[in-house]
């Protein structure tokens, strides 16, 4: 490097160094100071070692913040996939309990309607069982008890009509067949030569005919019968006339 000899800035007097200088003030007490050319180079990449592992420090720092944030974004993936399985499993867990509650709901339907017909048949056999029930006591006192007083009228009623005509006998006998007529009864008396039925007639005697158009009538009636709704209380005890010779039993 090229020297010359010329006064020193500072003392006034000749110095050999170097014709470049760099001046600054200095940081700490604000005065000039004058540093030779190389040494401020070198200064100055010293300090850019520094600034450059300054950088590096703070990059190195900062991709330590990026991996632990990347790793509290793993962790909080990990975390968001765990809550979705388990959430993933509990709606399932609904969505299965939910049919079976509602399976459930619909076999308690189908049981209440089956109740409810069962009771509406229990019902209905129970309605059956009073009609069934008071219809038979119905039958029973009939049989037992009403029918044989009808039998005791119809039976006055016949004697009445074999005694002599009286007028006191008419009114009697008009009583008891008016009498028989509001409790739903019917005196069956055939005439003579009405056709012989043998669900209402019971022949206890027989006459011989000589015209074919009196076989199987009526010849005479000794009883009157009783008949109420189609049910034969008591059949009429006739007279039926019969071919001839078949007469050999007259009475039954």
Not at 81 to 91: G, H, Q, W
Not at 155 to 162: I, P, Q
Request: overall charge negative; some cysteine; charged content about 30%.
């Amino acid at each position: 490097m090229n020297t010359k000899n010329r006064p020193d800035p500072i003392r006034g007097q000749p110095s050999s160094e170097p014709d470049t200088w760099f001046s600054w003030k200095s940081a700490d007490n604000g005065q000039a100071s004058r540093v030779a050319l190389p040494e401020f180079i070198s200064q100055c990449i010293t300090a850019a070692i520094r600034w450059v592992k300054g950088i590096s420090a703070h990059l190195d720092q900062q991709q330590g913040h990026h991996e632990k944030a990347e790793a509290i974004f793993i962790g909080f993936a990990e975390q968001l996939a765990r809550v979705e399985n388990i959430l993933t499993k509990s709606v399932d867990s609904i969505r299965s309990e939910q049919a079976r509650i509602s399976s459930r709901i619909n076999q308690l339907g189908d049981r209440l309607e089956t109740q409810s017909f069962n009771l509406e048949q229990i019902r209905t056999l129970a309605d059956s069982s009073i009609r069934k029930t008071e219809q038979l006591a119905d039958d029973f006192i009939s049989r037992h008890i009403t029918d044989a007083l009808f039998k005791e009228f119809t039976r006055l009623y016949a004697t009445l009509s074999h005694v002599e005509k009286s007028e006191e006998c008419k009114t009697l006998a008009e009583d008891i067949e008016r009498f028989l007529g509001d409790h739903g009864l019917i005196l069956i008396q055939p005439k003579l030569g009405d056709p012989f039925d043998p669900r209402q007639h019971h022949p206890i005697k027989r006459r011989d005919a000589e015209d074919n158009m009196l076989r199987g009538r009526i010849a005479r009636t000794f009883h009157p019968g009783l008949i109420r709704d189609q049910r034969i209380i008591q059949p009429a005890l006739v007279e039926v006339f019969t071919e001839p010779n078949q007469n050999s039993q007259k009475e039954a």
